[in-house]
């Protein structure tokens, strides 16, 4: 749930769905799920208003890139290396897999809509939280419940790199020309093409990430 709040599936201000809805969502108990809200509660993460009409709504502000987020790389070389080196396998994958499928109306939306949100955030902030819900909406349009984990795991990792680092207008230009042929790749139906695009995206930012931890 933590990581769902910090990659901006759910966004400062944004009301969590009710207890039932989100337990569901997660594929977890309601006791397990109360006991991550109350985690959530303690860090500041979310604030609850009990009875009717209450609800939870999250509290924690995006990360600006940049800003103070080395701490979080510290100890941590070997297992973000990893990372990068299991996401250029899964990423592809992903959206090769969801290119193969016929999708939806509401799916197709979901991918466009989140393209279409990274490139309307108003800061690097939101940018950054907009980048990863775009790679998240085309996992989920995979139909994969085990793709849609294993970004999430990749994602989580990549965030904590890309908020240690200011970010540059010409690498989020870079990237939103990236986005935009894996968004269309997708949307076609060519399966290899968006395997190819996501490719040189997730080798692009490697190249980027492996200066910051060596």
């Given at each position: 749930m933590a990581t769902?709040?910090?990659?901006?599936?759910?966004?400062?201000?944004s009301a969590l769905p009710p207890e039932r809805e989100l337990a569901v969502a997660l594929g977890v108990s309601r006791a397990t799920l109360r006991e991550a809200m109350a985690g959530l509660r303690e860090a500041g993460m979310v604030a609850t208003t009990r009875g009717r009409g209450g609800g939870s709504v999250v509290l924690h502000e995006p990360s600006t890139p940049g800003q103070g987020g080395r701490a979080r790389l510290r100890g941590r070389r070997?297992?973000?290396?990893?990372?990068?080196?299991?996401?250029r396998v899964v990423e592809p994958g992903a959206v090769q897999v969801a290119a193969g499928r016929?999708?939806?109306a509401a799916e197709r939306a979901l991918v466009v809509d989140s393209l279409?949100?990274?490139?309307?955030?108003?800061?690097?902030?939101g940018h950054r939280q907009a980048d990863s819900r775009l790679h998240l909406a085309l996992a989920t349009v995979t139909g994969s419940a085990r793709l849609v984990e294993?970004?999430?795991a990749v994602q989580a990792g990549l965030h904590d790199m890309l908020v240690a680092i200011p970010v540059l207008r010409v690498n989020i230009?870079?990237?939103s020309a990236q986005h935009e042929a894996i968004v269309a790749a997708v949307l076609e139906g060519d399966g290899a093409r968006a395997r190819r695009e996501m490719e040189r995206h997730c080798d692009d930012t490697a190249a980027l990430l492996r200066g910051l931890l060596d």
């Open positions: 769902a709040i910090r990659l901006g599936v759910y966004p400062h201000g070997e297992e973000l290396l990893d990372g990068l080196v299991f996401r016929t999708l939806s279409a949100a990274v490139a309307a955030a108003p800061d690097a902030a294993a970004v999430t230009e870079h990237s």
